[in-house]
């Protein structure tokens, strides 16, 4: 069986709206990327050294990254020699397998490390203007619908405008939000949400924090402090840290996750704005490099279009096309 073929039975057994998020979210992405493969496979009509290397220059330009690139294209080598591939149409379909199998260490757990018993609380981190309240507010909606009971934590007390922003993603949510007046300890909210989702019985605790301070020491250390305000008042929180990332920044998406994960120990990545950009090759680098799940992917406004990442939606979303011809 082909691994086009196989690609296509694995993401039959979801439903065809998940499928066509990732499919339609990934269009910009998909045509970039195919486009520059594309264009070194027509190029070239034997597999050499030169084919590598323009290979290796398309998959850079499309944001995979240096290092992961430098391993893909080493692990294309020796499975084109294993098999002895002579022609590069032939190539293409070793591409994909290839970079599906990046994520074969995928985790298998839920997208949220939820507790089956007590609070879970949920720490959301990242640089303003990623999308990290809009992310907040679609996964209360999520977590209300599969029966869950959630409170917000406003702890971006310095940008103006922030809690403000929380509260109407929590009306359109349905949840409630626990917050001080601007320019508030973020710390002391924190602390005081707790609370209140103990009181409460509340399942799930999710907590805006600051993007920018007056420079990034504040911001680390801010954070860091909150950070043990959490640890402190629920024994093994946070169970989650999710940084927020905005994919039309590329790899300079890369830079932020090294510095937050210094000050909370980032344990997933949100991505969002994927349908906007060309640079989605970047969740490849992302997970490659830095040895990170991408737990979930932005596709656009409505609540519903923050999707749990799936390794092999987001591939079959970058070869669609070529998926559906060659496994009809």
């Not at 757990?109 to 679609?138: C, F, H, M, W, Y």
């Not at 403000?164 to 601007?182: H, I, N, P, S, T």
């Not at 993007?211 to 640890?231: A, D, T, Y």
């Amino acid at each position: 069986m082909s691994f086009f073929k196989k690609l296509k039975d694995k993401i039959s057994g979801q439903t065809n709206q998940v499928t066509e998020k990732f499919k339609g979210g990934l269009e910009k992405t998909r045509s970039s990327f195919t486009e520059k493969v594309n264009d070194v496979l027509a190029k070239y009509r034997k597999v050499d050294e030169d084919f590598f290397e323009e290979l290796e220059d398309a998959f850079i330009g499309a944001d995979v990254g240096v290092n992961t690139t430098m391993e893909l294209i080493d692990m294309l080598k020796d499975e084109i020699r294993r098999r002895n591939i002579q022609d590069t149409n032939e190539v293409k379909e070793v591409i994909v397998e290839k970079l599906a199998a990046l994520f074969e260490d995928e985790e298998t757990e839920a997208p949220l490390r939820i507790q089956a018993d007590g609070l879970t609380v949920i720490l959301i981190v990242g640089v303003n203007g990623v999308g990290k309240t809009t992310s907040i507010g679609k996964l209360a909606h999520q977590l209300k619908q599969e029966g869950k009971s959630v409170l917000l934590a406003a702890g971006d007390t310095f940008r103006a405008g922030a809690i403000e922003q929380l509260e109407k993603w929590g009306e359109r949510a349905g949840v409630d939000v626990v917050k001080q007046a601007a320019g508030s300890d973020p710390a002391a909210v924190m602390y005081d949400a707790i609370q209140s989702a103990k009181s409460r019985g509340v399942d799930v605790l999710l907590c805006d924090t600051a993007g920018r301070l007056q420079n990034k020491v504040n911001l680390m250390n801010e954070l860091s402090k909150v950070k043990r305000v959490i640890s402190r008042e629920v024994p093994g929180a946070p169970h989650d840290v999710l940084i927020v990332l905005d994919a039309t920044t590329g790899q300079n998406a890369m830079s932020q996750v090294k510095t937050f994960k210094e000050a909370t120990d980032v344990s997933g990545i949100v991505l969002t704005k994927l349908d906007g950009t060309a640079k989605g090759g970047m969740i490849l680098a992302i997970r490659h490099e830095l040895g990170l799940p991408v737990r979930y992917v932005g596709f656009g406004e409505q609540m519903d279009d923050l999707q749990p990442f799936d390794s092999h939606q987001f591939v079959y979303g970058l070869f669609a096309d070529e998926v559906e011809q060659q496994s009809s």
